[in-house]
């Protein structure tokens, strides 16, 4: 299964983080919104968002649609994100890059 578990991991769980609490969204308020069938409650949100749960690909989309977003919402803002992050320690990267 795919899963968001990489550089941008960090600035995933940051993105998520900053929409949930935008929206004035409890953990319980999105555990509970999730599709029953992925199994979630409110400790499963907690561990992602304190990275020690890797997110799927089914999972990332349905918080998203509850994060009133999508996919590419949240791929803008992580780039964003880190857009701001490199130029914030002098554009030093942690990906690497072409010679």
């Known amino acids: 299964m795919t899963s968001f578990r990489n550089g941008t991991h960090a ?3 940051a993105v998520l983080i900053s929409q949930r609490k935008a929206l004035k969204l409890t953990l319980r308020a999105v555990a ?3 599709p029953k069938y992925l199994g979630w409650d409110h400790t499963t949100l907690v ?10 690909f089914v999972e990332a989309r349905e918080l998203a649609r509850i994060l009133q977003t999508n996919l590419a919402g949240l791929e803008l803002a992580v780039e964003a994100l880190e857009s701001a992050n490199d130029q ?12």
């Open 11 to 13: 600035a995933l769980l």
């Open 88 to 99: 914030a320690t002098g554009g030093k990267s942690r990906r690497r890059r072409a010679l």
């Open 47 to 56: 561990k992602v968002e304190k990275g020690r749960r890797n997110v799927s």
């Open 32 to 34: 509970g919104r999730m």
